[in-house]
């Protein structure tokens, strides 16, 4: 369906289509619009393909997703490429670049998989077998966030390693170059061989920043307390739309005037 459809919605998960309650149901009734319009819903989020299944399961969704922060692409329907697309590099590769980050800054990042089951649920707000899902990562590394004042220290070491760090609300992620949300947009776009898709594209934090960037109609989706200030900074100079309610049902408003806008009045 990727490669006939003219309008994509390519949204981030947390914060964006659902709150950190992991409640979906706001979505569920525009998700279902979408479909009968045949426009494709693409997750594009750091979760991993073990946790997209299970969301994708609940929500009916069978487009491609992307994963781990743009560093895979999955799908059934990406048949030509036996249902994935690597951009990422190796996790264990990922993780000796972390330590060795760690040494030159003097500063111990520590790795989302290394800390306690009790950590992880307090910063996630997962337990038990979500946990595991969590962790089942192979082309990314999430790990708690540093302190601000550190981050461009840590950004000069990244470069002799090839490697990007994108900060989300709750934690930063270490990605190869080759890999973030924006290059996986334009790598699955490649695949689709059909370069006059038009991209929504909707996101809650500055990890959702190449995601906004490689999108034609860019939404920002605030949490409870209001949008994230640092996207809205780094985002100060393009056109957005910013959503008047948070999370899911910010989410279903932009999306619904958007769909009405450019699909049901022109039908």
């Avoid at 929500?59 to 690597?86: C, F, M, Q």
């Avoid at 330590?99 to 003097?106: F, L, P, Q, R």
Wanted: charged share 25%; hydrophobic share 35%.
């Amino acid at each position: 369906m990727i490669e006939n459809s003219s309008i994509w919605v390519v949204s981030d998960v947390d914060g964006t289509l659902m709150d950190h309650s992991y409640d979906l149901t706001p979505a569920r009734e525009t998700i279902r619009l979408l479909q009968k319009l045949s426009i494709p819903v693409i997750l594009c989020t750091s979760k991993t393909a073990a946790e997209v299944k299970v969301i994708r399961k609940q929500l009916n969704l069978t487009d491609p997703y992307i994963v781990e922060n743009g560093a895979a692409i999955y799908g059934e329907s990406l048949s030509k490429v036996n249902g994935e697309i690597i951009l990422g590099e190796k996790y264990e590769n990922l993780e000796n670049i972390l330590k060795s980050i760690s040494n030159e800054i003097n500063y111990d990042l520590q790795p989302l998989n290394n800390i306690s089951d009790q950590e992880a649920t307090e910063l996630t707000g997962l337990k038990g077998h979500s946990l595991e899902l969590m962790r089942d990562r192979h082309w990314s590394m999430p790990f708690l966030n540093p302190p601000e004042n550190m981050e461009e220290h840590i950004n000069s070491s990244c470069k002799k390693y090839n490697v990007e760090i994108f900060r989300g609300n709750r934690m930063s992620h270490l990605l190869s170059i080759n890999s973030n949300k924006g290059k996986a947009i334009n790598a699955l776009k490649k695949y689709s061989n059909n370069p006059n898709i038009k991209i929504i594209g909707l996101g809650d934090s500055p990890n959702d920043l190449p995601l906004l960037m490689n999108s034609d109609y860019k939404v920002v989706i605030p949490g409870p307390d209001g949008p994230n200030l640092n996207l809205l900074e780094k985002l100060n100079e393009h056109k957005y739309s910013l959503a008047s309610y948070p999370n899911g049902y910010g989410w279903r408003s932009e999306i619904n005037k958007l769909i009405n806008k450019l699909v049901l009045k022109k039908q």
